[in-house]
């Protein structure tokens, strides 16, 4: 007998169940090759990364390198200015400035330029610890120097630190230095409450001096306020009080008030009043009003407690 098979005969899963498996294979051959696909494009990807950090990295060499040289060519420079202008001559005329407050109080000249001298770079405004070692690590370590160079070249010393220096304005540095290294210290002073942090273009009022803070540090320059009559060796803050009370609150009333006066305000005030001597002190307010500083100074180093020897 002949058996016969028919498509009938064939179970209803089957026809559904082959077709499955026929999608499910050709699914699977897709997938594999996308993912092949995907995977050698990340392999590329990964590979182009990699190349490009390798030419950022060597582009910042680069760019270092660039301004090495640039800061290698800013302090040569700098010496070819200094050879060709020759050594520098000192000048000791100052001029006499009266400010508001903070008003310095002698001893200018060989005292200043003994504490200053000529490589103290941080008595620059805008010039501080970090910078002043970064000036001296490119070969600017006096005041000579740093005159010697311009804006632009400290512009090319400074990029080649990074971008956190790129705030900094150096254009006013020179100017100073060339100051400091004539001695001209009191035109510094001057200069510099007109900047902010060694910039002129940010100033809305005077500002601080920084060779000033430095000297008044440094125990060579007194500061006063304007009228304050403690600036008057043998005034102190209750002998001043006094005087306020008195109606005397200016040097210059200070100065044109009589010894009588004076001694009878003391002696009014009690006993432990009457050993303080006034017959000095019109004489150093007189000075102090009229900003001679330098001769109330010297005037002040003869005196003994306020008392002329």
């Given at each position: 007998?002949?058996?016969?098979?028919?498509?009938?005969?064939?179970?209803?899963?089957?026809?559904?169940?082959?077709?499955?498996?026929?999608?499910?294979?050709?699914?699977?051959?897709?997938?594999?090759?996308?993912?092949?696909?995907?995977?050698?494009?990340?392999?590329?990807?990964?590979?182009?990364?990699?190349?490009?950090?390798?030419?950022?990295?060597?582009?910042?060499?680069?760019?270092?390198?660039?301004?090495?040289?640039?800061?290698?060519?800013?302090?040569?420079?700098?010496?070819?200015?200094?050879?060709?202008?020759?050594?520098?001559?000192?000048?000791?005329?100052?001029?006499?400035?009266?400010?508001?407050?903070?008003?310095?109080?002698?001893?200018?000249?060989n005292k200043w330029a003994a504490a200053i001298g000529n490589d103290q770079l941080q008595v620059?405004?805008?010039?501080?610890?970090?910078?002043?070692?970064?000036?001296?690590?490119?070969?600017?370590?006096?005041?000579?120097?740093?005159?010697?160079?311009?804006?632009?070249?400290?512009?090319?010393?400074?990029?080649?630190?990074?971008?956190?220096?790129?705030?900094?304005?150096?254009?006013?540095?020179?100017?100073?230095?060339?100051?400091?290294?004539?001695?001209?210290?009191?035109?510094?002073?001057?200069?510099?409450?007109?900047?902010?942090?060694?910039?002129?273009?940010?100033?809305?009022?005077?500002?601080?001096?920084?060779?000033?803070?430095?000297?008044?540090?440094?125990?060579?320059?007194?500061?006063?306020?304007?009228?304050?009559?403690?600036?008057?060796?043998?005034?102190?803050?209750?002998?001043?009080?006094?005087l306020h009370e008195a109606g005397i609150k200016t040097w210059q009333t200070l100065s044109e008030t009589d010894i009588s006066v004076l001694q009878s305000?003391?002696?009014?005030?009690?006993?432990?009043?009457?050993?303080?001597?006034?017959?000095?002190?019109?004489?150093?307010?007189?000075?102090?009003?009229?900003?001679?500083?330098?001769?109330?100074?010297?005037?002040?180093?003869?005196?003994?407690?306020?008392?002329?020897?």
């Amino acid at each position: 007998m002949i058996t016969l098979f028919t498509f009938c005969d064939i179970p209803w899963w089957l026809t559904w169940l082959l077709p499955f498996l026929l999608g499910l294979a050709l699914g699977w051959l897709l997938w594999s090759r996308f993912k092949s696909l995907f995977d050698q494009s990340q392999n590329d990807l990964n590979t182009s990364h990699i190349k490009l950090s390798e030419l950022e990295t060597e582009l910042e060499n680069t760019r270092k390198k660039i301004s090495l040289v640039e800061g290698d060519l800013a302090i040569c420079r700098g010496r070819l200015r200094e050879s060709a202008s020759g050594p520098s001559t000192k000048s000791a005329s100052f001029v006499s400035t009266t400010p508001v407050t903070n008003i310095p109080s002698g001893g200018s000249g060989n005292k200043w330029a003994a504490a200053i001298g000529n490589d103290q770079l941080q008595v620059i405004e805008g010039i501080g610890p970090k910078m002043d070692s970064i000036l001296k690590e490119n070969g600017i370590n006096s005041f000579v120097m740093l005159a010697g160079v311009n804006a632009s070249d400290l512009r090319n010393i400074l990029n080649k630190y990074g971008d956190k220096y790129r705030i900094i304005d150096p254009k006013t540095w020179p100017q100073q230095a060339a100051l400091a290294r004539d001695e001209k210290y009191e035109e510094l002073i001057t200069l510099q409450k007109e900047l902010d942090t060694g910039r002129s273009d940010t100033v809305t009022d005077i500002t601080d001096s920084k060779l000033e803070k430095f000297l008044i540090k440094a125990g060579v320059l007194k500061s006063w306020k304007q009228d304050d009559l403690k600036a008057v060796e043998g005034i102190g803050p209750k002998i001043e009080n006094l005087l306020h009370e008195a109606g005397i609150k200016t040097w210059q009333t200070l100065s044109e008030t009589d010894i009588s006066v004076l001694q009878s305000i003391l002696e009014k005030a009690g006993p432990r009043y009457q050993l303080a001597d006034p017959t000095t002190w019109a004489k150093q307010a007189k000075l102090a009003a009229e900003g001679k500083w330098d001769d109330l100074q010297a005037y002040q180093d003869s005196l003994d407690g306020g008392k002329e020897k």
